[in-house]
């Protein structure tokens, strides 16, 4: 199991910038990939940015070239750092974590913060 405690949401102007972070309760050397998701009102949650135990990264493609995601392990701690936020980058974000133990796939996620991009 991992427990996910995730931090730094709140409210921003358009073309500002956040940086979310998640501490995890393991390393993250043992977790084969972490994830930020996000889910706005009324839609279904999408995956913002990933980042796997080897380093690869990827991002959807609304928040590419805006949004990074980044790891220090001596912390167990992923970032997001959003940079250049719209309004439609409102949402509820979700730290995720994946194990995989003998073949079978564990998701877990943090209780969300809350991102809210207005003037």
């Known amino acids: 199991q991992v427990q996910l405690v995730e931090s730094g949401g709140g409210l921003v102007q358009p073309g500002g910038s956040l940086r979310l972070s998640c501490t995890a309760s393991?390393?993250?050397?043992?977790?084969?990939?972490m994830g930020w998701y996000r889910q706005a009102p009324g839609k279904q949650r999408e995956l913002v940015a990933q980042i796997r135990s080897g380093g690869n990264t990827n991002y959807s493609n609304s928040v590419k070239g805006r949004f990074t995601i980044s790891t220090d392990n001596a912390k167990n701690t992923v970032y997001l750092q959003m940079n250049s936020l719209k309004p439609e980058d409102t949402a509820v974000y979700y730290c995720s974590g994946t194990i995989v133990v003998l073949a079978n796939q564990y998701d877990y996620w943090g209780q969300g913060t809350q991102v809210t991009v207005s003037s």
């Open positions: 393991r390393s993250l050397f043992s977790i084969y990939a």
